[in-house]
Nanobody
Framework: QVLLVESGGGSVQAGGSLRLVCAAS????????MGWFRQAPGKGRETVAV???????YYLDSVKGRFTASQDNANNTMYLQMNSLKPEDTAMYYC??????????????WGQGTQVTVSS
């Protein structure tokens, strides 16, 4: 059984930092296309970052230079380091895995989400 569990969310003031953690079990993170997504109330889901099969990382334009996605193969974990947070980053953040090494844009497994709230 595949399980993705996010943690690390919380409430911070603008300019602050948070590190989100996605702990994976039932699959090998380094052999999967994995990503971070977010959804704010009343808005559609956004793709924040994707670590591809060739270990290139895609970032949403609005987070480039502020967010960094990475993987810890030893702990089968994915991280999202978020710096210089802005109120518009407020959302529920989810991690997901495609279940395959090649990125196709279809994610088979999702975590339950962790809330990030940034106040001005």
């Amino acid at each position: 059984q595949v399980l993705l569990v996010e943690s690390g969310g919380g409430s911070v003031q603008a300019g602050g930092s948070l590190r989100l953690v996605c702990a994976a079990s039932g699959l090998t993170a380094s052999r999967n296309c994995m990503g971070w997504f977010r959804q704010a109330p009343g808005k559609g889901r956004e793709t924040v970052a994707v670590i591809s099969n060739v270990r290139n990382t895609y970032y949403l334009d609005s987070v480039k230079g502020r967010f960094t996605a990475s993987q810890d193969n030893a702990n089968n974990t994915m991280y999202l380091q978020m710096n210089s947070l802005k109120p518009e980053d407020t959302a529920m953040y989810y991690c997901a895995a495609e279940g395959r090494i090649r990125c196709t844009g279809t994610y088979a497994y999702w975590g339950q989400g962790t809330q990030v709230t940034v106040s001005s």
